[in-house]
């Protein structure tokens, strides 16, 4: 009968793969080649359990193919999944093994279509590990999309920005550096933060340092060298009208200070009874500044935008009186001296400048520069 000749098959069957089974070198390879050989030839049967039980008898994982119910043709590249070891007769599908590469098209129960059996295992549990696997899919897609993304290449590109500009180390230099034009009012700033005890560069210009273009000195992110004085940890530049600058000076020094100015840029100093007509004549022939103050100030405006200095703040004579307190704090003023600072005011004078208006207009694209510096 054909019931008897099921029973004779399905004993051959499971005799072949138990000798397989215990005489291979390698049980799990043996299981794989015979599972895919004899269900296509004895596709009437269910060898699940017969290949669980083979399995708890060898104490060793088995692989199952899953194939979709219409494939007609030998499986072939079928991703493989571990079952775990399980006391009852329903193989659990171990989730976890996520390094796997899974199909979701390949994820269906194979059933025999005459006698309505599933051969891996009940269909509730396919479709809990289905919806398991595609979860995980999904969450493993998301996460290439986001690689893929603007956001992801924002974020690398900071990332190689904060790379390039490195990471700002606690200085250990022990001065502050304020820079100015002259001519702008920081003498009577700088002279209120060196009675406050700030270790800082002369108010005076003793040391060389006040009026220096910003390429003059040697710098890095931790600090910028003042010579026998050790370093400076951050630095604030004082900028304000050229022109204004300019008659100032020369009003107080004659051309000692804007010689300073000549001699950072490169130009022979004027002589010592060079007038403020001279200057202007010179300048409208030239076509161009030629005290050196235009180089003086881009200098600094080009370090404002560098990321190679320590901490840098550019204001002009407006900001720093508006300011004052705020300023003091930041270069390292302690709090119960700051009450002096607070009493500063911007109060400027009425101002007409003597340079004739081809001189003025030289130096306006400069001004305004400096007149439209951000405040802290």
């Known amino acids: 009968s054909r019931g008897a000749c099921s029973l004779i098959v399905f004993s051959i069957a499971f005799v072949f793969l138990a000798v397989q089974v215990f005489s291979s070198g390698n049980p799990l390879r043996s299981l794989q080649s015979d599972v895919s050989i004899w269900e296509r030839e004895y596709s009437g049967f269910n060898f699940s359990q017969v290949l669980l039980h083979v399995r708890n008898k ?10 979709p119910p219409d494939s007609q043709s030998p499986v072939k590249n079928s991703s493989w999944m571990p079952l775990n070891r399980s006391r009852n007769n329903v193989s659990e599908i171990d989730v976890n093994h996520t390094h796997l590469i899974f199909n979701r098209s390949l994820v269906q129960p194979r059933t025999n279509s005459s006698k309505g059996n599933t051969s891996i295992a009940s269909l509730k549990e396919i479709n809990k590990t289905r919806t398991a696997l595609q979860n995980v899919s999904q969450n493993m897609t998301a996460r290439s999309n986001y690689f893929r993304g603007p956001s992801f290449k924002r974020a690398a590109a900071n990332n190689k920005a904060n790379i390039q500009r490195g990471e700002k180390k606690p200085s250990k230099c022990p001065y502050v550096l304020v820079n100015s034009q002259g001519g702008v009012g920081s003498s ?8 406050s005890h700030l270790p800082m560069n002369s108010p005076g210009d003793a040391d060389g340092f006040k009026h220096k273009n910003a390429y003059q000195f040697k710098h890095d992110r931790q600090g910028i060298q003042l010579g026998g004085l050790g370093c400076a ?3 604030m530049v004082i900028l304000g009208d050229p022109l204004h600058s300019i008659e100032s000076v020369h009003r107080r020094f004659q051309v000692a200070h804007i010689n300073k100015w000549r001699q950072n840029s490169k130009r022979r100093p ?5 007038g403020l007509a001279d200057i202007w004549k010179e300048i409208s022939n030239a076509k161009q ?3 050196g103050l235009t180089d003086y100030v881009n200098s600094w405006l080009v370090a404002g935008n560098e990321n190679n200095w320590p901490e840098l703040r550019i204001v ?8 004052a307190t705020e300023l003091a704090k930041y270069l390292g003023v302690r709090e119960q ?14 101002f007409k400048s003597s340079a004739p208006p081809a001189v003025q207009s030289i130096f306006e694209p400069i001004k305004s520069k400096i007149d439209h510096l951000k405040a802290p």
């Open 58 to 67: 060898a104490s060793s994982f088995m692989f199952v193919p899953f194939v």
């Open 188 to 195: 009577s700033f700088m002279e209120l933060l060196q009675r």
């Open 233 to 235: 940890k951050k630095a």
């Open 270 to 274: 004027y002589g010592g009874r060079t």
């Open 289 to 291: 500044d030629t005290t």
């Open 316 to 323: 002009n004579t407006k900001t720093l009186y508006k300011n």
């Open 337 to 350: 001296d700051l009450k002096s600072f607070k009493q500063l005011d911007y109060k400027p004078r009425a």
